[in-house]
């Protein structure tokens, strides 16, 4: 009996340290920011040689035709601007024709609750809202999920158009900066951190 | 896969030089708590030490010297950062959790110096498997994965007996499991660590 006793002690005493494991200790802290960027690159984007850019004058909403994304536009001005001052500092001249301009950007915004995101769907819509160009490469860029308020960043090559499509050389996705709790701070910081970490973005 | 093999045939030469007539089969079961400090690959990606270590294990000495035994463990290594995670084409920012979960699975050959009923320094090796869970968290994207991966664990460390059949253990281990598997960066990595453990264990005979 006393045997019997000491081995159940013996074995809880054992597992008694496994009730504090497995718990992600500290996951989501109270600082968490979930404000995150991320940029891809086309490696072969010739960024230094490219002098001029143009800038789309709107901010374009993700959301089939009829809908709302309850996305407020007060923002756009200032993305735009924020935008528009990253690639002027960084050496390229705006020009307002975006057929005159080396590369052309493009800024949309998404509110996306699902997994996986299709460039194929935003596709329709730029080509929609911008026919002259299109996308669909490189298509590793398939693999990454927004799955709240997100603004895109699109940068595309004109001098690489074939059969009225520029390919995209630069992307960037910026995640809760258009949904609620968003400050123009916090916009003008994620822009800005885009830019900061494509440092090949330059024309010397 | 030929690192594999390599392993395996390395635990069974192993086992086998270890294997020899019982004389006095001594058995020793027991757990530790460690303290684990993250090397290679884990260091880059979580260089936070852990005190999140747990082991279970048993041997069974063959004689004085050799013990065989098997263990297994369980190990997170976590940390919050805001590095800077750069990609071969691209980048990424923001707030990160960090995560991983380590559990070893091995068997061990160990020589054991000293005099039973003494304290008894040990050397040896644990050959086996791991198993690692990834996770990281950036922005509102959560992304993990699994593998399991060979590895190797030498180890010294000192059985003190204290009243009866009890008595206390420690250990200093470096936990080696080879650069393989898929992880979230999508290549094969090397987590290791260095666990120093504290243990309690009873003999039986």
Partial sequence: ?204 | MRNSLRFLALAAGLLAAASRPAVAQTKVIGWSYDWSMPMGDMKDYVDNDSWLGFVLEGRRLQGDRVSLGAQVGYYEFYKNTTDLITLPKGAISGDQYRHVISVPLMLSVFVHAGQPGRARPYIGTNLGVYYFHQTIDIGTITADNDNWIFGVAPEIGVLLPMRGTSGTALHVRYNYPISAGSFLSGDARSFQYLSVGLGFYTRTR
């Avoid at chain 1, 109270?30 to 002098?51: E, K």
């Avoid at chain 1, 004058?57 to 923002?75: K, Q």
């Avoid at chain 1, 080396?102 to 329709?124: I, P």
């Avoid at chain 1, 809202?129 to 298509?139: D, L």
Wanted: with cysteine; aromatic share 14%; proline share 5%.
């Fill in chain 1, 1 to 204: 009996m006393h045997r019997a006793a000491r081995l159940i002690a013996g074995w809880a005493l054992a597992l008694a340290p496994l009730a504090g494991l497995g718990c992600y200790p500290d996951r989501y802290d109270t600082g968490y920011n979930y404000s995150a960027v991320a940029t891809l690159r086309d490696t072969t984007g010739a960024f230094s040689t490219a002098t001029t850019f143009a800038l789309a004058d709107s901010v374009v909403h993700l959301v089939p035709p009829g809908e709302s994304d309850g996305i407020t536009r007060s923002y756009d001005k200032q993305i735009l601007d924020r935008i528009r001052l990253n690639m002027t500092s960084a050496g390229y001249t705006l020009v307002t024709n975006p057929a005159s301009a080396t590369l052309n950007l493009v800024t949309l915004a998404t509110t996306s609750t699902y997994s996986g995101y299709y460039w194929d769907s935003w596709c329709g819509y730029y080509g929609w809202w911008y026919p002259a160009y299109g996308c669909g490469y490189p298509t590793y860029w398939y693999s990454y999920e927004y799955t709240v308020g997100t603004l895109l960043i699109g940068m595309a090559d004109h001098r690489l158009m074939t059969n009225n499509k520029a390919p995209l050389i630069w992307f960037a996705g910026l995640s809760s900066l258009v949904d609620e709790g968003v400050t123009a701070a916090k916009i003008n910081v994620g822009i800005d951190q885009a830019f900061a970490q494509s440092p090949y973005i330059h024309h010397p």
